[in-house]
């Protein structure tokens, strides 16, 4: 399997059945090989620098009812929020007087906040911070919606396609949605010109390795940006509650794979990997080729409400406040934070040794 890893590392690709073979192994020898790949690919082409991300969770209304989410429309439990704009361009400056230089703007599919007050949101960000990076991630839209948010000055689109398989997508969502309509979504914003991100979540009820080979094969063929790995957490509050929390082995096992297959990707270590993974859970992703962090700037007082699963880590360094203590988490491990905007490579004139 040596081979599999060191052809993954050339070729940036592989039948399924290296991918296959990767993701079941039971030798550690093998495994430990493959994070060390990951681990060089991503130093090579970033040196040991972490970007951060300031992350602002605008809204915890949602139109649909994806029956994983603690925010979905029938969640009755949670107390509703959605930010002004007000609001965001103080996150926004919060962020800015700490270095931060890249905005992600994350929330539910809220009708409420229109395509128009958004592309508005998103101009007063960049004529505030016209050096800085804005991200979006607010669910499917129509291409027009794309494009107007795109030519507003939006840089970034992050829509994780959760699952390639139609009836495995079928499982997670409700009936309206569809999960060839999400993956059209996906080629919808890199013609509207994003730097787009995908992915995956690792171990969701019913999921099997057949489907994550399926991902990574789609992942490939899409060839985005930006890729969101994370284990699937349940929440009380769905139909999902009593379901087992995904691995956290097989999520840095798909980092890993992530990273050889596309080595300018921008990875983050989620949030969902360190509420797993304790302690230990960010700084594992980042030794298997993850190379961002998505700190909260999002108002405290909203922060506990935002939950897409049970036990969101709340701790000071998964704030942005907390940077001099992420910092030295990193540095632990011989990587240190980056607040530059952390732009995607153009690797075909990138070389790794």
Known sequence: ????????????????????????????????TLFEAARTSALNTFGNKVFIRGLIEV??????????CG???????????RLSKEQILSCCAEGYAIGIRTFVLQGGEDNRQTTTWLADVVKAIKSAYPECAVTLSLGEKDEADYRALSDAGADRYLL????????????????????AHR?????????????????????????????LVQDLQFIRRLTPEMVGIGPFIPHHATPFRDEPGGSIDLTLRMIALCRLMLPAALIPATTALATLGGTDGRLRGIRCGANVVMPNLSPRENRANYELYDNKVHSHSESAQGLIELDAQLRTIGYTISLERGDHINFSNHKTS
């Open 59 to 68: 809204s915890n209304y949602c139109r649909n009812n994806c029956l994983y």
């Open 160 to 179: 994780r396609h959760e699952t390639y398989d139609e009836e495995h997508y079928a499982r997670l969502h409700p009936r309206e949605m569809s999960g």
């Open 71 to 81: 925010i979905r429309r029938g969640n009755r439990e949670v107390p509703r929020y």
């Open 183 to 211: 993956k059209e979504c996906l080629y919808v914003l890199k013609r509207a010109g994003f730097q787009t991100g995908t992915g995956v979540m690792v171990g969701s009820p019913g999921q099997t390795t057949e489907h």
């Open 1 to 32: 399997m040596p081979t599999w890893i060191d052809r993954l590392r050339e070729e940036h690709t592989l039948p399924d059945e290296g991918y296959r073979e990767l993701l079941t192994t039971t030798e550690r020898e093998t495994v430990e």
